[in-house]
Nanobody, 125 residues
Framework: VQLQASGGGLVQAGGSLRLSCAAS????????VGWFRQTPGKEREFVAA????????YYADSVKGRFTISRDNTKNTVYLQMNSLEPEDTAVYYC???????????????????WGQGTLVTVSS
């Protein structure tokens, strides 16, 4: 499986963006997919994740109620809808996939085997 993240850009505070994580490989539907973000000098931070069954989603407290993760396994794509964006959301966003992600490890980058290249989100105040 290979991942390609897209959809980043410049948006004003309060605006919205939708990120996409497109995957190659016919087994994508069996992977847990997460979104992480990183700013210079800081560690990569968990944002959201979705298990292979789309009914199970997880969010960082900082984005709950504003971001929504979803997946379309027929299109091999996971989305991150980001609403009410804040300047603090500015970061490079990465999608990642893991074949064997247990619940307690969902929030940790080390759990994920495959990473996309990142897409930059900039929120202006």
């Amino acid at each position: 499986v290979q991942l390609q993240a897209s959809g980043g850009g410049l948006v004003q505070a309060g605006g919205s963006l939708r990120l996409s994580c497109a995957a190659s490989g016919h087994t994508f539907g069996t992977y847990t997919v997460g979104w992480f973000r990183q700013t210079p000098g800081k560690e990569r931070e968990f944002v959201a994740a979705i298990r292979r069954s789309a009914g199970y989603t997880y969010y960082a407290d900082s984005v709950k109620g504003r971001f929504t993760i979803s997946r379309d396994n027929t299109k091999n794509t996971v989305y991150l809808q980001m609403n009410s964006l804040e300047p603090e959301d500015t970061a490079v966003y990465y999608c990642a996939a893991g074949a064997r992600v247990i619940l307690s490890e969902t929030y940790y980058p080390r759990t994920y085997d495959i990473w996309g290249q990142g897409t930059l989100v900039t929120v202006s105040s």
